[in-house]
């Protein structure tokens, strides 16, 4: 069965610091690839998914993520980054045999100015 | 346009009580998805349903929880006779059918149940 690994729990960056965070996949063929921001009291909301192809993706908020096979992962990045990105992160794999997401357990990112 | 719509966004009940949690999808998506966040289980999958195929009900938890999908839009989940450990927050998902499979879950914003 796929699983997601998310090695972090919680990150803490100065604004304005780069930013990553990192998540490791098993899975045996190409992966479709999913990175969700969830703000306190929110919903998931996408920033970036990989299907195919450029493995840099870029994704909303002015987060990007580039997939590795070779190391099984998918980490995301961010130059600089805001107090308003504060939130926690999940990275999240498409079940090979099915539609469903398999989830990290995600990274609560706290940014200190 | 509108996303997907969930209600109550919280709801309370007593142990034993039965509870119906609603989902609106995105208008015209045919896949809609049911998933659980709790805080020792993380997100997990519930439920799926695709169009008229017969939904993938592997992830549900017990027999107490079961879920239909209306004329291919509307989705409720019940869980009956509620136990403490249902206390969670339930999300749900919609997609469109995409060729190759390259669909992208976009999801509502929950309803958060607590058993008392």
Known sequence: ?113 | GAGVSQSPSNKVTEKGKDVELRCDPISGHTALYWYRQSLGQGLEFLIYFQGNSAPDKSGLPSDRFSAERTGGSVSTLTIQRTQQEDSAVYLCASSSTVAGGEETQYFGPGTRLLVL
């Open chain 1, 1 to 113: 069965a796929q699983s997601v690994t998310q090695p972090d729990i919680h990150i803490t960056v100065s604004e304005g610091a780069s930013l990553e965070l990192r998540c490791n996949y098993s899975y045996g063929a190409t992966p479709y690839l999913f990175w969700y921001v969830q703000s306190p009291g929110q919903g998931l909301q996408l920033l970036l998914k990989y299907f195919s192809g450029d493995t840099l993706v870029q994704g909303i908020k002015g987060f990007e993520a580039e997939f590795k096979r070779s190391q099984s992962s998918f980490n995301l990045r961010k130059p600089s980054v805001h107090w308003s990105d504060a939130a926690e992160y999940f990275c999240a794999v498409e079940e090979e045999y099915g539609n469903k997401l398999v989830f990290g357990a995600g990274t609560i990112l706290r940014v200190k100015s």
